[in-house]
């Protein structure tokens, strides 16, 4: 996918491959969103999310801490729902 013009691979990795029971990485010099197979659908599209609001953080300079994207992904994420608005990433 693409994010402000610059493309991240996403890469499926089993559980124990990320550390402290997180489901979701993102490298940004590397480009790269880890994402934990086999996860439910929206929380796959969820966790994707997530990663892309660390992206923004980061290429916007924001400043938001984990507590604050994980409110923003959660929240975004049902507003979309609660509309019928479906996203789909691609590679
Ligand atoms: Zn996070």
Redesign the pocket.
């Known amino acids: 996918m693409q994010i402000f013009g610059k493309k991240y691979k996403i890469i499926k990795v089993a559980k124990n491959e990320l550390d402290n029971d997180k489901i979701?990485l993102i490298n940004y010099r590397k480009g790269i969103i880890y994402i934990v197979k086999d996860l439910a659908p929206e929380v796959w599209q969820e966790t994707l999310l997530?990663?892309t609001i660390?992206a923004i953080d980061e290429e916007m300079v924001l400043s938001l801490n984990?507590d604050l994207?994980?409110r923003l992904s959660c929240s975004i994420f049902a507003i979309l729902k609660e509309n019928g608005i479906n996203i789909e990433f691609h590679n």
């Open positions: 979701g997530h990663e660390h984990e994207i994980r």
